[in-house]
Nanobody
Framework: QVQLVESGGGLVQAGGSLRLSCAAS????????MGWYRQSPGNQRALVAD???????NYANSVKGRFTISRDNAKNTVYLQMNSLKAEDTAVYYC?????????WGQGTQVTVSS
């Protein structure tokens, strides 16, 4: 069993910053990919950013230069630093862990950016 617990969402004004955290627990293999997806009403869930256990990162074009993903392998925790937030960043943000052909999801955390 793998569990993902997210924290850090909330309400922020446009131009502000938020930091999301996600801690994974359970049977976690050393090679994995952790990341963040988001979903807003009427849209499909989409990748925001992910990072391998080796530190390689991947970002959606819409967040490049504004968001930074990082991880602490010792704590099985992934972070998403979100700066220069825009109204269009408003969504439910989901943490995800991919390993050995499986994907595990967190419960989601709401991020609302007011304009």
């Amino acid at each position: 069993q793998v569990q993902l617990v997210e924290s850090g969402g909330g309400l922020v004004q446009a131009g502000g910053s938020l930091r999301l955290s996600c801690a994974a627990s359970g049977s976690i293999f050393s090679f994995n990919v952790m990341g963040w997806y988001r979903q807003s009403p009427g849209n499909q869930r989409a990748l925001v950013a992910d990072i391998t256990s080796g530190g390689s990162t991947n970002y959606a074009n819409s967040v490049k230069g504004r968001f930074t993903i990082s991880r602490d392998n010792a704590k099985n925790t992934v972070y998403l630093q979100m700066n220069s937030l825009k109204a269009e960043d408003t969504a439910v943000y989901y943490c995800a862990l991919r390993m050995r052909g499986h994907i595990y999801w967190g419960q989601g955390t709401q991020v609302t950016v007011s304009s």
